[in-house]
C-alpha cells in the first residue's frame, strides 16, 4: 500500500494534505484528508481521528471546522477519512438517497448482496486506515484520539468501545445516540446486515455499552436546536445508556445551536482541548 | 426593498444568516451574508465587508474562512456579498469560463451589451447594499472597514480609493494589483466596458491612485507559493503605486501559503484585528 499525495496547502504553518490510495478493505481507491501540524517537521505527533456525517467527504472537516488553528498550536495531526468507497462498481441506493450507499457508510462492514463487495468501512477505519497512516505518516500511534459528527460521531463511539484502549480520549458531536433505535440507523443497518437485529449490536454504540463495552469517559456537544434531534440523535438514549454503564458523560447541550458545520465549528476547539490533555 | 431571510445558523453564540432581496442595481434577485455577532443584540455594530474572489459565492468566506470566532469576539458584523448577478436571463460567458460573466462580476458596472442590463456589481456592493444593510440590520454605518480576496481584494482596494473616508480601515489577501495589467483583468474590463481602456482607470486600483485617489494605509497578505503570484496577481505593481503616492502598505509575503482558503483562514484573524482597532 502506497500513499498519494494528491493536493497540499499550507495552513497555520502545517500542511493539509490530501491523499488517494488503494485500499484491500473496500476494493476501491480511497481517499482521506491529514492535516499535519508544524510539530510534524520535528517527530511524530498524536492522531486526532474526525468521523464524518452522511453526506460528506474528507473535505467537509478539512474546509469548514476550522480545526487546523488549534492543531497548529496543540501540535495534533487530525486525520479526516472519507464516509464510503466511492467509484467504478461501487452500488449506490436505488434511489440516491442521502442516508444510504454512496456518502453514507455507516463505519460497518456490509454481509449484504450487493454492499458487503465494497462497503467495509468498519475495515477500513478501524484497521487499514489506521496501519497506513502509522507507516507513512509522522504520527505517534501510542497517542490516538477519535471524534466525529452524527453518523461519524456514532461511528467514533462504536469504534473505540470496539477497542479499548486504544484510544486516550473519545469525543461526538451531535452522534447519532443509538442507530438500533432511529430511522437513518434502521435503515442503513437493515440494508448493509440484514434484518437480524442480534447482527446490529456490535454497531450500536447503546448496545455495545449494554453487553459489557467501555470507554473511560465521553464529551459530546448537542445543539439544542437540531433538526435531528428528536427524530435521529436521541442523545438521551445514549445518555441512559452510559447512566446504566456507570460511564461519565459530559453532555452539553448547546442553545440555539444547529446540525451544520456552524455548530461544529464553535465548539471544535473544546474537542481538540479536551483531546490533547488525554494525549499529553 | 425588502430582506427575505434565507437560512441562519447559530455560530459563535451569534447568527449566521443568508438574505436574499430584490436589487435594483442588477434586476435580479441578489443574496449575501451577514454574521451578526453576539454584540449585535444589544445594539449596532461595526461593519467590516469582505468581498470574494472568482467562482464563489456568498457562502465561501462564510463557510471556510472562520472569521465569526474573531468577529465574535471583537463584535463585528461580517457581510459577505455574492460576485455577480445570477439567475433567470443573466447571461454568463459563451464558454462558461470561470473568470468571466457568473461568479466574476469584479465589482464594475458594465457598459457593454449584454452585460450592461445586470452587471452592475459597483452600484450593488457600493450604493445599493449598503443602504440596505444600514436599513435592515443592526449595523453602525459610521464604522466600516472593508476587505477581500483576489478578485474581491482588488475589489474592495478600488471602492475604498473611489470613497474616500467611507471606510476607516482598508486590507486585502493576495488581490489582483492591476487588472489592466493583466489576463483576467483585461479580459474582464474589455468584456464590461469595451476596449477603450481609459474607462478602466477607475476600476484599477494602481490607477486610481496614480490619478490621485488615496486611502490612509493597506494591510495586505501574499502568498509566496500562489500559483497566480506572477501571472495575475503582480503586488509589485500595487507596491509601486502605493511607493509612489507615500501611501503607507505592508505587503506580507508569506512562505508556502497558496491562493486558497487554506491561506485566508490562517490569516483572517490579523485582518479582523486590524480593522477593530482602527473601527474602536
Redesign the interface.
Known amino acids: 500500500m502506497t500513499l498519494e499525495l494528491i493536493s497540499q496547502?499550507?495552513?497555520?504553518?502545517g500542511w493539509?494534505r490530501t491523499y488517494s490510495h488503494q485500499s484491500a478493505a473496500t476494493g476501491t481507491t480511497m481517499r482521506f484528508a491529514a492535516y499535519l501540524p508544524p510539530q510534524a517537521e520535528a517527530g511524530p505527533v498524536p492522531v486526532l481521528w474526525f468521523l464524518s456525517g452522511l453526506t460528506c467527504t474528507e473535505d467537509n472537516f478539512t474546509?469548514?471546522a476550522?480545526a487546523?488553528?488549534v492543531a497548529a498550536e496543540l501540535g495534533l495531526m487530525l486525520i479526516a477519512p472519507d464516509t464510503s468507497p466511492r467509484g467504478p462498481g461501487v452500488p449506490d441506493d436505488a434511489e440516491n438517497a442521502y442516508d444510504f450507499g454512496l456518502g453514507a457508510g455507516f463505519y460497518v462492514d456490509a454481509t449484504t448482496t450487493p454492499w458487503s463487495a465494497h462497503y467495509r468501512m468498519r475495515s477500513y477505519i478501524e484497521d487499514e486506515l489506521p496501519e497506513l497512516v502509522g507507516a507513512s505518516l509522522p504520527a505517534d500511534m501510542t497517542r490516538q484520539a477519535i471524534s466525529g459528527h452524527s453518523m461519524g460521531g456514532h461511528g467514533a463511539l462504536t469504534i473505540a468501545l470496539r477497542n479499548p484502549g486504544r484510544f486516550r480520549s473519545v469525543s461526538a458531536l451531535a452522534p447519532i445516540g443509538s442507530p438500533m433505535n432511529c430511522p437513518w440507523g434502521e435503515k442503513a443497518l437493515t440494508g448493509y446486515l440484514g434484518p437480524d437485529r442480534a447482527f446490529w449490536r456490535e454497531y450500536d454504540a447503546c448496545a455495545l455499552i449494554a453487553d459489557g463495552a467501555r470507554v473511560p469517559e465521553l464529551l459530546v456537544d448537542q445543539?439544542a436546536?437540531d433538526n435531528f434531534l428528536t427524530s435521529q440523535l436521541k442523545p438521551e438514549l445514549l445518555e441512559k445508556a452510559c447512566a446504566d454503564a456507570a460511564i461519565p458523560l459530559t453532555l452539553r447541550r448547546?442553545e440555539?445551536?444547529?446540525h451544520?458545520?456552524?455548530?461544529i465549528?464553535?465548539f471544535i476547539e473544546d474537542h481538540l482541548r479536551y483531546h490533547a490533555e488525554a494525549l499529553r
Open positions: 496547502a499550507r495552513i497555520f504553518d493539509q474546509q469548514k476550522g487546523q488553528r445543539g436546536a448547546q440555539g445551536y444547529d451544520s458545520y456552524f455548530f465549528a464553535s
